[in-house]
């Protein structure tokens, strides 16, 4: 029990007056005596345990305070620090009014602050600072602690949902690492190769039991978005053959289907282009997945467009330099510089997602080259052209490029027109200098000047 003694007390200063001819004895001025010290105590009473299922009305009692206190004081209103039970360093405050009554909205909100919106009981650390009231002087103490019990309410979410259509095409949605009840959001993206492609959603125990529970609410709509049910839930259809990214909010249980229509190329642009030009990436499969190579070393990020255009950009929305998942929120955060180098990179915009691979060497070889097909011959990249560079040797017979002494990623095919995994290259003998400039699928050129 916390009981704090607060006192009134009142002072007079001398006033300076004339005399009339007696003498004031100014060595014994004049006193107010000290007001009675007021013993204040204010107790806490926590309401039955909480759950927001069951609150209809916009306020709730959180607790009844009790005040024993001199006749004519009241409680105005509270300030209420809520902590977690298990780290009282993490704290949300709420005002209560002088029945300990708050808003329902402000209670969800500070407990979903601290533990997030599952609906799970939970334990709160609950103190107040009470202001009270005396004719015209004001007064606060804090009280003890109390144990609150509150559960928020909220849908069932599943831990996981699956998208199926056509013919038993099963997929699963992804979803962030976040809880599903704070981000009830999953997305899919799928082919399909008919039209009038019938779809169905099942939550994991759906799944699990082999049936679907989620679905618009007509069966058969072709809509491109809408309101999913959990009861009766129809099959959605898909009009025409495509790509198709399903966005489910579990929460809100509302869909929005959109067609995907990729183009042939994205495009880097960052600190290695001066934030005005741009690097391509070619999507060879319109797929959504795009790969390109470029020299980096600072910040970057994707865009649909070659020139000024940044409409549609996309920004890092979570990871680091070398693998993420994408946003196009506007004015979100670029992409980490990575360590200054040359690079291998990979966007795909199906699962919104980038990486990159570092480039550490390009060798060239083959029949013709002076390590034969075992040992490479390295090029250095040259910064200031933009290109792989080599002086070597060649006798007749034929030749590749290959990076990080590998055959993972390698080049072929005709010196202006490499492709990943070409043919050999034929080159007669000679001492030239060769210089690779790698851009995207498509794009790849060298030139060999005979020396």
């Known amino acids: 029990m916390n009981k704090t003694s607060l006192y009134s007390m009142l002072f007079a200063a001398a006033a300076l007056c004339g005399c009339e001819g007696d003498y004031d004895d100014w060595a014994a001025p004049q006193t107010s005596p000290a007001e009675e010290a007021q013993n204040i105590d204010v107790t806490l009473a926590p309401a039955a345990d909480i759950d927001m299922a069951a609150v209809t009305e916009d306020s709730l009692?959180?607790?009844?305070?009790?005040?024993a206190a001199p006749t004519g004081m009241a409680i105005d209103s509270c300030r209420v620090t809520l902590a977690k039970a298990d780290d009282e360093t993490q704290t949300a405050s709420v005002l209560a009014d002088g029945q300990g009554r708050v808003a329902a909205a402000d209670l969800v909100a500070a407990v979903a602050g601290l533990y997030g919106r599952r609906p799970e009981q939970r334990t709160l650390r609950t103190t107040a600072k009470v202001y009270m009231r005396q004719s015209a002087q004001a007064f606060y103490t804090e009280t003890e602690a109390i144990e609150t019990k509150v559960t928020l309410s909220a849908p069932h979410i599943s831990e996981a949902y699956h998208f199926t259509w056509g013919s038993g095409n099963t997929t699963q949605f992804t979803h962030s690492s976040t809880?599903?009840?704070?981000?009830?959001?999953?997305?899919?993206?799928v082919q399909t190769t008919e039209d009038n492609v019938r779809w169905q959603i099942a939550s994991q125990e759906a799944a699990d039991a082999g049936t679907f529970d989620v679905g618009p609410e007509t069966d058969g709509s072709t809509?491109?978005?809408?309101?999913?049910?959990?009861?009766?839930?129809?099959?959605?259809?898909?009009?025409?053959?495509?790509?198709?990214?399903?966005?489910i909010d579990m929460w809100d249980r509302t869909y929005s289907i959109e067609q995907l229509n990729f183009a042939p190329y994205i495009y880097e642009v960052g600190n290695n282009t001066g934030w005005s030009s741009t690097i391509p990436l070619a999507g060879v499969n319109y797929d959504g997945t795009y790969t390109g190579y470029a020299y980096l070393d600072g910040e970057f990020k994707f865009k649909p467009n070659p020139d000024g255009n940044w409409d549609g950009d996309w920004e890092k929305a979570s990871g680091d330099a070398l693998a993420g998942t994408l946003d196009d929120i506007e004015g979100g955060p670029n992409i980490d510089a990575p360590e200054t180098g040359f690079y291998q990179m990979n966007v795909n915009l199906v699962s919104m997602t980038y990486s990159l691979l570092r480039i550490n060497t390009i060798g060239i070889v083959g029949s013709a080259a002076p390590g034969g097909w075992d040992v490479d011959t390295y090029m250095t990249y040259d910064v200031a052209e933009g290109c792989w560079v080599a002086t070597l040797d060649f006798t007749d017979g034929a030749f590749k490029f290959r990076a990080n002494d590998g055959w993972d990623i390698n080049w072929g095919g005709s010196v202006d027109d490499l492709a990943s995994g070409g043919a050999d290259i034929p080159v007669t003998a000679g001492n030239y200098t060769v210089r690779l400039y790698l851009s995207c699928e498509g794009m790849h050129t060298c030139t060999m000047t005979r020396n």
Not at 61 to 67: E, K, M, N, S, Y
Not at 224 to 231: A, C, H, K, P, Y
Request: net charge negative; hydrophobic share 40%; glycine share 12%.
């Open 223 to 247: 809509a491109l978005s809408g309101t999913l049910v959990t009861e009766n839930a129809g099959a959605g259809v898909l009009g025409t053959a495509g790509y198709y990214r399903i966005t």
């Open 61 to 67: 009692v959180l607790f009844t305070p009790t005040l």
């Open 179 to 189: 809880d599903v009840y704070d981000d009830p959001v999953f997305t899919v993206t």
